[in-house]
């Protein structure tokens, strides 16, 4: 759904029509695909578009996952990164916000002032809050974010660098316990309006009934994932970096796909010996590579909030990023301007796996065309002359 000026002011009004399943809206720059009716998910398909969104999809594995469940990760996931286009800004923040206790009794003030408009998606068979309140805690753990008691005011303000320690985050809101509740959520929406046209916050609402508060579910409601401490250190390290900050993280990712802007790298010492792949600190880092040789900028790998300093579950890395080479020729009238990837444990290597793997294979093209013709030469060469060359000449007769 497209944003609009009264879209999400009744964000919180389709409060579960059906008694036991849970609304969902979605408020976001890009425009959703269209339904008829809003489409019925399971608890796990909600989780993988909630991960989807928030960047913890490496949690998440997708199993036997079917072609409706794809269908939905990549219609209610959010924007997705594409091989052959530039990084997407990552600039908006990512906010989900689990509303519990929502009927007409707790929430009959919105119903009455809002109009209602249709959720994005429902969940059917919401769980316990219990269950919801694990969700949301392990997808912070997942995002970076730590455990942060803020009020809801400064919980949904990305700008409030003490509630946020990213770009995404969960907020589980109890309407019934927390004290002035409704006023706190019709205050709040005043905000995520503001947030939401200005582009600076994509909001997902889910709206918990208030039966499914005390209902049974079953040990694992939405499914088997995969933990921060469950997570092996080895993995953590191959996959996207699980950065203690997130925004440091996004900035890392955009400048992997942007030319470094350091006009001159050739002042910065080679690096000798073989440096380690990780460090205690950052400042650690920024020495032992000499600020990554010029060509990147140390950044945290992984660990979580309580990885400060020295601390041995911190790991500290380059990041490489592209340069700028300028190439001249006929005594310098011609330039050729071109970029230069780096790699290695300080980037001090340049990459030519591109120009070598274009050079073997345009090698080994040549040798086969080549031994082709000379085998096609060689087999036309050996073939046997007709026995009948001379046949229907005759002497001339005397």
Partial sequence: MKLSTSLLLPAFVGAAA???DASVYIFQRDELPTFSSPPSLTLEQARLVFAQRLGASAYHGLGDATESTV???NSFGGRR??????????????????????????????????SSIKPAFTISKSPSMTANKKLAFDLNEQCGQGKLNCPLQDAINPSALSCWNGRSKVIHFDL???????????????????????????VVIVLMPESSRTSKSPSNPYGQYETVSQSPIGRRQAEEPMIDDASTASKYRNKQVKVSD????????????????????LDA?????????????????FGNAKDVGDSQGACF????IA????????????????????????????????????????????????????GLLFSIGEEKLPGVIGAGVSSKTR
């Fill in 18 to 20: 059906a008694v036991s």
């Fill in 71 to 73: 269908s939905y990760i």
């Fill in 81 to 114: 990164e594409s091989l052959f286009e530039d990084a997407v800004d990552d600039t908006v923040a990512e906010l989900v916000l689990i509303v519990e206790g929502v009927s007409s009794k707790t929430a009959q003030p919105l119903i009455d002032e809002w």
């Fill in 176 to 202: 019934i316990r927390a004290k002035n509740g409704l006023a706190q959520l019709m205050s709040a929406q005043q905000r995520l309006i503001r947030f939401a046209r200005k582009e600076e916050v994509n």
């Fill in 262 to 281: 350091s006009p001159d790298n050739s002042t910065f010492e080679p690096i000798t010996g073989v440096p380690p792949l990780c460090h205690s600190s």
């Fill in 285 to 301: 880092c920024m020495s032992a590579t000499k600020n990554c040789s010029g060509h990147g900028e140390c950044y945290k790998k």
């Fill in 317 to 320: 890395a380059c990041g490489c």
């Fill in 323 to 374: 340069t700028n080479a300028t190439y001249t020729w006929a005594k310098g009238e011609k330039k050729l301007h071109t970029l230069e990837y780096w790699g290695g444990a300080a980037c001090q290597k340049k990459d030519v796996s591109g120009p070598f793997w274009l050079i073997f294979i345009f090698s080994v093209v040549m040798i086969g065309v080549v031994g082709w013709a000379i």
